[in-house]
C-alpha cells in the first residue's frame, strides 16, 4: 500500500468525497525516442573506447541523470595516484549501470579556453523546442562558463538567434524560450571552462518538453492493473501488463501561458506545441488523488507509455489515447539471448532474472530500468538455463512461471519479480467495508480448479559433437568495398561454442564481427575487395537435445471424484529436476484443487492500494476474509470508482 | 468608476455594464455529482464541481438595453461576468449564456420597444 496522509484515507472514505486525477506526458522521453543521438568529433579515448565495444556514452547526454556516479580518473594531468576517482566506464554493462557523460578529447588551457562541440540529433522530421538545460560535473564542480547553443532545421539552417552565454556561474544552466519549431538538430559549443588544464565533462544537454494535465483538462482516466492475467487465479506466470486509457478535451489547452485550440485535431499543425508530439512511446506518469479543504493529495499510480493512435474525436471535442506501462516496451523487443549463457550450470532464477534484466538495461536499452527480485527465488535452482528466440517478457514470464510467481511493475515503475511463496498474502492492509462497495460477488471458479497436474521435466542434453546448425544453400553477396550484416537463426536451437567460415567463395569477403546468440547470430561480413563478393555462411555448433518424456504429477482424488478432473499440462524450460517439477505439482494441487470463492468487488475505490495487497472484506453476515488483491480496473470521470478482483488466501 | 451592485459582461477585459433597473439577480450553487447507495444502504457521494448559475430577471426592460444583451449573447464565446459586491472588490466567473426569452408588450421602432418578462441565465463553466 502507497503511504499517504490520514487526512486522504478520511477524504478517501468520506460521505462527500472530491475525487481529483492529473497526469504528466513527457513528449520526448530519451529512453524511447529511436531517432536521438548525440555525436562530437571532440570526444576523450575513453569514449572511444566504449564505442568500440557497442557502449554509447554520449546518450547519456540525454538520458535525463544529471549527476556523475564517480569522480573519474582522466589522463590531463589533473589526475593524481591515490585520490578518490575511479576508472570511467568502458563496457556496455558499465556504461549502462555508470553515469559519466560527454569528456572532450580538447583539453581548456591554463585560462580554461577551449573550443569544443557536441550535437543532439532529433527526429528527422524536426521538433519543437521550448527549453535547453547544460549541466556540468557536481562532484567536481567544473561547468562552462562561455558558451552557445543553436538550433537547426532542414538543410542546416540556423533556427532562431543562438543563445550565447558569457560569464556563466551555474553548474546547472537551464533557459526557457518561445517555442522553435522544427528542430532537427542542436549544437552545444564551449568556448571557455570554469576549471583550467582540463577538459570538458557534461552531464546533461537535452530539451525536455512535458506537461501537466488535470482538472478540467482531463476527460477520464481509466488504469487497469492486474497481476494474474493469464490462468484467472491460477498463479503460473502472472506477468501483468498494465494499461491506461486517457481522455483529454480538445477544445483549448493551455500549455506555458499559451492557448492551443484544437490542439489534438489532424491536420492542424501551425503553431501547434502538441502536432508533432502525438505519437507512440510519450510517457505519462498518471496520478489519482483527492481534494480535502484547500489540498488536493495525490497517489501515484504508474508510468505508461503511449501505444498505436491518439484518436481525436470530432463530434465530443476530445482525444483518446492507450499506453502500457514497462512491461509492455519489454513485450516488443527481443531478448537476443547471448550463446555464453549455455555455458552456465545450476544457476538460480534470480540469479537469470537479473542476467536478462541486466540485459535489458544495457541493450534495449532502458537505462533508467529498476527492478527488485525477490530473495525468494534464489532457492529455486535450474541446471542448465537457456533461453530461445522471444522478446524480454517472454523470457521474464518462464522465470516467473518457474517459480510459480509473478512479475509487474510496481506504481512507482519498479519490476518486482516474486516467487508464489511470496505471493500468499500478508497482513491486511485494509478493510472494505459494505459502506464502501456498492456490490459484491464470490464466484465458484470451477473453471480455474485445478486438481491433477502433470509437471515435465525439460532436461537437455549437449551433442557429443559440434554439427552444423546452419547450413543453407542461400548464396550471399557483399557489394565491391562495402559490408552487410546478416541475421540468421539456426535449424536446431540452442546452440552453443559456433564456428562460422564463409565456404564457396568468390572475392574478398571476410568476416568482421559476430553477435552469438542462443537461436541464431548477426554476422557482419565486409569485403574490401574491388570486386562484388559471394559464399555461403556454415556454422558449426553444439547442439542440445531438449527432452521432455519424464513427467511428474500431483492430483486429489476426492475433488477428482466431486468434480471431475480439472487438468493443468505445465512445461517450462526452467524446470529440469523432478524435485522442482513435483514440487511446482504440489503447490498448484494443493492450492488450486478447491473451489476458492475468490471475490469481486464494485466499490469506491482507494487509490492508495497495490496490487498483491492483502485487504479484508464480509463474508456471509459478521464474517470477514483476507484476500490477495490481483486487479484493479480504475474508472475515473470526475467521479472515481474501481472493479477489484482479489483472490482468497489459501486457509483463510 | 464602478459602483456596488454593478454587473459587466462581455469578453474579458471588454465586459458591458448591464442595466440595474427593474433588475433581481438569482444565484445558486449547482453540484455536479454521481451519487449511489452502497452495500449498507448508504448514500455516497463523488462530487465532481460545484458550479454557480446565475439568473437575471428584468419585470420589464428597454429595447436599447436588450439590444445590447443579444449582443453579449450573439458573441457565442465564453463570457466574463463580474459582480462588484463594493466599488472596487468583484467576484469574477467564466460563464456561458443560454438563449434569451422576451415577451414584447411595447413596439417603438426608434426606442426599441418595451419587453417584458426577461431572464438572462448564465451557468458557470
Given at each position: 500500500?502507497?503511504?499517504?496522509?490520514?487526512?486522504?484515507?478520511?477524504a478517501?472514505?468520506?460521505?462527500?468525497?472530491?475525487?481529483?486525477?492529473?497526469?504528466e506526458?513527457?513528449?520526448?522521453?530519451?529512453?524511447?525516442?529511436?531517432?536521438?543521438?548525440?555525436?562530437?568529433?571532440?570526444?576523450?579515448?575513453?569514449?572511444?573506447?566504449a564505442?568500440?565495444?557497442?557502449?554509447?556514452?554520449?546518450?547519456?547526454?540525454?538520458?535525463?541523470?544529471?549527476?556523475?556516479?564517480?569522480?573519474?580518473?582522466?589522463?590531463d594531468?589533473?589526475?593524481?595516484?591515490?585520490?578518490?576517482?575511479?576508472?570511467?566506464?568502458?563496457?556496455?554493462?558499465?556504461?549502462?549501470?555508470?553515469?559519466?557523460?560527454?569528456?572532450?578529447?580538447?583539453?581548456?588551457d591554463?585560462?580554461?579556453?577551449?573550443?569544443?562541440?557536441?550535437?543532439?540529433?532529433?527526429?528527422?522530421?524536426?521538433?519543437?523546442?521550448?527549453?535547453?538545460?547544460?549541466?556540468?560535473?557536481?562532484?567536481?564542480?567544473?561547468?562552462?562558463?562561455?558558451?552557445?547553443?543553436?538550433?537547426?532545421?532542414?538543410?542546416?539552417?540556423?533556427?532562431?538567434?543562438?543563445?550565447?552565454?558569457?560569464?556563466?556561474?551555474?553548474l546547472?544552466?537551464?533557459?526557457?524560450?518561445?517555442?522553435?519549431?522544427?528542430?532537427?538538430?542542436?549544437?552545444?559549443?564551449?568556448?571557455?571552462?570554469?576549471?583550467?588544464?582540463?577538459?570538458?565533462?557534461?552531464?546533461?544537454?537535452?530539451?525536455?518538453?512535458s506537461?501537466?494535465?488535470e482538472?478540467?483538462?482531463?476527460?477520464?482516466?481509466?488504469?487497469l492493473?492486474?497481476?494474474?492475467?493469464?490462468?484467472?487465479?491460477?498463479?503460473?506466470?502472472?506477468?501483468?501488463?498494465?494499461?491506461?486509457?486517457?481522455?483529454?478535451?480538445?477544445?483549448?489547452?493551455?500549455?506555458?501561458?499559451?492557448?492551443?485550440?484544437?490542439?489534438f485535431?489532424?491536420?492542424?499543425?501551425?503553431?501547434?506545441?502538441?502536432?508533432?508530439?502525438?505519437?507512440?512511446?510519450?510517457?505519462i506518469?498518471?496520478?489519482?488523488?483527492?481534494?480535502?479543504?484547500?489540498?488536493?493529495?495525490?497517489?501515484?499510480?504508474?508510468?505508461?507509455?503511449?501505444?498505436?493512435?491518439?484518436?481525436?474525436n470530432?463530434?465530443?471535442?476530445?482525444?483518446?489515447?492507450?499506453?502500457?506501462?514497462r512491461?509492455?516496451?519489454?513485450?516488443?523487443?527481443?531478448?537476443?539471448?547471448?550463446?555464453?549463457?549455455?555455458?552456465?550450470?545450476n544457476?538460480?532464477?534470480?540469479?537469470?532474472?537479473?542476467?536478462?534484466?541486466?540485459?535489458?538495461?544495457?541493450?534495449?536499452?532502458?537505462?533508467?530500468?529498476?527492478?527488485?527480485?525477490?530473495?525468494?527465488?534464489?532457492?529455486?535452482?535450474?541446471?542448465?538455463?537457456?533461453f530461445?528466440?522471444?522478446?524480454?517478457?517472454?523470457?521474464?514470464?518462464?522465470?516467473?512461471?518457474?517459480?510459480?510467481?509473478?512479475?509487474?511493475?510496481?506504481?512507482?515503475?519498479?519490476?518486482?519479480?516474486?516467487?508464489?511463496?511470496?505471493?500468499?498474502?500478508?497482513?491486511?492492509?485494509?478493510?472494505?467495508?459494505r459502506?464502501?462497495?456498492?456490490?459484491?460477488?464470490?464466484?465458484?471458479?470451477?473453471?480455474?480448479?485445478?486438481?491433477?497436474?502433470?509437471?515435465?521435466?525439460?532436461?537437455?542434453?549437449?551433442?557429443?559433437?559440434?554439427?552444423?546448425?546452419?547450413?543453407?544453400?542461400?548464396?550471399y553477396?557483399?557489394?565491391?568495398?562495402?559490408?552487410?550484416?546478416?541475421?540468421l537463426s539456426?535449424?536446431?536451437?540452442?546452440?552453443?561454442?559456433?564456428?562460422?567460415?564463409?565456404?564457396n567463395?568468390?572475392?574478398?569477403?571476410?568476416?568482421?564481427?559476430i553477435?552469438?546468440?542462443?537461436?541464431?547470430?548477426?554476422?557482419?561480413?565486409?569485403?574490401?575487395?574491388?570486386?562484388?563478393?559471394?559464399?555461403?555462411?556454415?556454422?558449426?555448433?553444439?547442439?542440445?537435445?531438449l527432452?521432455?518424456?519424464?513427467?511428474?504429477?500431483?492430483?486429489?482424488?476426492?475433488?477428482?471424484?466431486?468434480?471431475?478432473?480439472?487438468?493443468?499440462?505445465?512445461?517450462?524450460?526452467?524446470?529440469?529436476?523432478?524435485?522442482?517439477?513435483?514440487?511446482?505439482?504440489?503447490?498448484?494441487v494443493?492450492?488450486?484443487?478447491?473451489?476458492?470463492r475468490?471475490?469481486?468487488?464494485k466499490?469506491?475505490?482507494?487509490?492508495?492500494?497495490?496490487?498483491?495487497?492483502?485487504?479484508?472484506?464480509?463474508?456471509?453476515?459478521?464474517?470477514?476474509?483476507?484476500?490477495?488483491?490481483?486487479?484493479?480496473?480504475?474508472?475515473?470521470?470526475?467521479?472515481?470508482?474501481?472493479?477489484?478482483?482479489?483472490?482468497?488466501?489459501?486457509?483463510? | 468608476?464602478?459602483?456596488?451592485?454593478?454587473?459587466y459582461?462581455?469578453?474579458?477585459?471588454?465586459?458591458?455594464?448591464?442595466?440595474?433597473?427593474?433588475?433581481?439577480?438569482?444565484?445558486?450553487?449547482?453540484?455536479?455529482?454521481?451519487?449511489?447507495?452502497?452495500?449498507?444502504g448508504?448514500?455516497?457521494?463523488e462530487?465532481?464541481?460545484?458550479?454557480?448559475?446565475?439568473?437575471?430577471?428584468?419585470?420589464?426592460?428597454?429595447?436599447?438595453?436588450?439590444?445590447?444583451?443579444?449582443?453579449?449573447?450573439?458573441?457565442?464565446?465564453?463570457?466574463?461576468?463580474?459582480?462588484?459586491?463594493?466599488?472596487?472588490?468583484?467576484?469574477?466567473?467564466?460563464?456561458?449564456?443560454?438563449?434569451?426569452?422576451?415577451?414584447?408588450?411595447?413596439?417603438?421602432?426608434?426606442?426599441?420597444?418595451?419587453?417584458?418578462?426577461?431572464?438572462?441565465?448564465?451557468?458557470?463553466?
Amino acid at each position: 500500500m502507497i503511504p499517504v496522509t490520514s487526512a486522504f484515507k478520511a477524504a478517501s472514505t468520506a460521505t462527500k468525497r472530491q475525487a481529483k486525477a492529473k497526469v504528466e506526458i513527457i513528449w520526448t522521453d530519451p529512453f524511447v525516442d529511436p531517432f536521438l543521438n548525440v555525436e562530437s568529433t571532440d570526444k576523450n579515448y575513453g569514449i572511444t573506447v566504449a564505442e568500440s565495444l557497442g557502449a554509447d556514452i554520449l546518450m547519456q547526454l540525454v538520458d535525463n541523470i544529471d549527476t556523475p556516479s564517480y569522480k573519474y580518473c582522466i589522463l590531463d594531468g589533473s589526475w593524481e595516484l591515490g585520490d578518490d576517482k575511479v576508472l570511467a566506464p568502458c563496457t556496455p554493462e558499465e556504461v549502462s549501470n555508470f553515469q559519466i557523460g560527454w569528456y572532450s578529447d580538447s583539453v581548456a588551457d591554463a585560462n580554461g579556453v577551449i573550443d569544443c562541440s557536441v550535437k543532439v540529433n532529433f527526429d528527422l522530421a524536426g521538433r519543437i523546442v521550448t527549453n535547453v538545460r547544460v549541466i556540468g560535473d557536481s562532484l567536481l564542480n567544473q561547468f562552462p562558463v562561455d558558451f552557445t547553443v543553436s538550433f537547426y532545421g532542414a538543410g542546416y539552417t540556423l533556427l532562431g538567434d543562438p543563445i550565447e552565454i558569457t560569464g556563466n556561474t551555474l553548474l546547472a544552466w537551464s533557459r526557457q524560450f518561445d517555442s522553435i519549431d522544427g528542430v532537427i538538430y542542436m549544437v552545444l559549443n564551449i568556448t571557455k571552462w570554469n576549471t583550467p588544464n582540463t577538459v570538458v565533462k557534461i552531464l546533461e544537454f537535452f530539451s525536455l518538453e512535458s506537461d501537466v494535465f488535470e482538472g478540467d483538462t482531463i476527460v477520464s482516466l481509466d488504469i487497469l492493473e492486474e497481476r494474474e492475467a493469464k490462468n484467472g487465479s491460477s498463479p503460473i506466470g502472472n506477468v501483468s501488463l498494465n494499461e491506461l486509457t486517457l481522455k483529454l478535451q480538445n477544445i483549448k489547452i493551455v500549455s506555458g501561458g499559451v492557448a492551443y485550440y484544437n490542439p489534438f485535431t489532424y491536420g492542424n499543425s501551425e503553431n501547434n506545441r502538441f502536432y508533432d508530439f502525438l505519437k507512440p512511446n510519450r510517457r505519462i506518469n498518471a496520478y489519482y488523488g483527492f481534494k480535502y479543504g484547500s489540498t488536493v493529495e495525490y497517489v501515484k499510480m504508474g508510468t505508461f507509455w503511449t501505444k498505436g493512435d491518439w484518436r481525436c474525436n470530432e463530434m465530443d471535442f476530445s482525444t483518446t489515447v492507450s499506453a502500457y506501462d514497462r512491461m509492455g516496451l519489454l513485450k516488443n523487443v527481443t531478448f537476443e539471448c547471448p550463446e555464453p549463457i549455455m555455458a552456465l550450470e545450476n544457476v538460480t532464477l534470480k540469479y537469470l532474472a537479473e542476467l536478462v534484466l541486466n540485459h535489458a538495461k544495457a541493450n534495449i536499452p532502458l537505462r533508467d530500468l529498476q527492478w527488485y527480485v525477490g530473495n525468494d527465488l534464489e532457492s529455486y535452482t535450474v541446471t542448465k538455463p537457456w533461453f530461445g528466440k522471444g522478446t524480454y517478457f517472454d523470457a521474464i514470464r518462464l522465470i516467473a512461471e518457474a517459480c510459480l510467481g509473478c512479475a509487474w511493475m510496481s506504481k512507482d515503475d519498479v519490476l518486482y519479480i516474486r516467487s508464489y511463496t511470496a505471493n500468499v498474502g500478508g497482513v491486511s492492509v485494509l478493510s472494505i467495508t459494505r459502506d464502501d462497495y456498492f456490490d459484491k460477488n464470490q464466484p465458484s471458479n470451477v473453471d480455474s480448479m485445478k486438481n491433477f497436474v502433470e509437471v515435465s521435466i525439460q532436461s537437455i542434453t549437449k551433442s557429443e559433437e559440434k554439427e552444423a546448425v546452419y547450413s543453407d544453400k542461400k548464396l550471399y553477396t557483399v557489394a565491391a568495398e562495402d559490408e552487410e550484416i546478416f541475421e540468421l537463426s539456426y535449424n536446431n536451437t540452442p546452440v552453443s561454442d559456433t564456428e562460422f567460415s564463409l565456404e564457396n567463395l568468390t572475392g574478398s569477403a571476410a568476416i568482421k564481427s559476430i553477435q552469438r546468440f542462443t537461436y541464431g547470430c548477426r554476422i557482419t561480413i565486409e569485403n574490401t575487395g574491388l570486386t562484388e563478393s559471394t559464399f555461403n555462411i556454415s556454422v558449426l555448433g553444439y547442439t542440445y537435445a531438449l527432452n521432455s518424456d519424464l513427467v511428474v504429477s500431483s492430483q486429489d482424488d476426492d475433488l477428482i471424484t466431486e468434480y471431475g478432473r480439472k487438468e493443468l499440462k505445465y512445461e517450462n524450460n526452467l524446470v529440469q529436476d523432478e524435485t522442482t517439477a513435483q514440487f511446482i505439482a504440489d503447490v498448484l494441487v494443493g492450492g488450486y484443487g478447491t473451489l476458492r470463492r475468490d471475490v469481486n468487488l464494485k466499490w469506491r475505490g482507494d487509490p492508495s492500494i497495490e496490487v498483491g495487497d492483502t485487504v479484508t472484506v464480509p463474508e456471509y453476515e459478521n464474517n470477514t476474509a483476507d484476500f490477495v488483491v490481483i486487479k484493479n480496473d480504475w474508472s475515473f470521470d470526475g467521479a472515481l470508482s474501481c472493479n477489484t478482483q482479489a483472490r482468497k488466501l489459501l486457509g483463510d | 468608476m464602478a459602483k456596488a451592485g454593478e454587473i459587466y459582461l462581455g469578453l474579458s477585459g471588454s465586459e458591458y455594464l448591464l442595466t440595474p433597473a427593474d433588475r433581481k439577480l438569482t444565484i445558486t450553487d449547482e453540484e455536479i455529482l454521481r451519487e449511489g447507495r452502497v452495500a449498507s444502504g448508504k448514500l455516497r457521494q463523488e462530487i465532481i464541481a460545484v458550479k454557480k448559475n446565475f439568473s437575471l430577471k428584468y419585470e420589464y426592460i428597454g429595447g436599447t438595453n436588450l439590444a445590447t444583451i443579444q449582443t453579449i449573447y450573439n458573441l457565442q464565446d465564453e463570457l466574463s461576468l463580474k459582480i462588484y459586491n463594493t466599488d472596487t472588490l468583484h467576484d469574477d466567473y467564466t460563464v456561458i449564456m443560454r438563449p434569451i426569452t422576451k415577451e414584447r408588450v411595447l413596439l417603438d421602432t426608434i426606442g426599441g420597444g418595451l419587453w417584458a418578462g426577461v431572464t438572462v441565465e448564465l451557468v458557470e463553466v
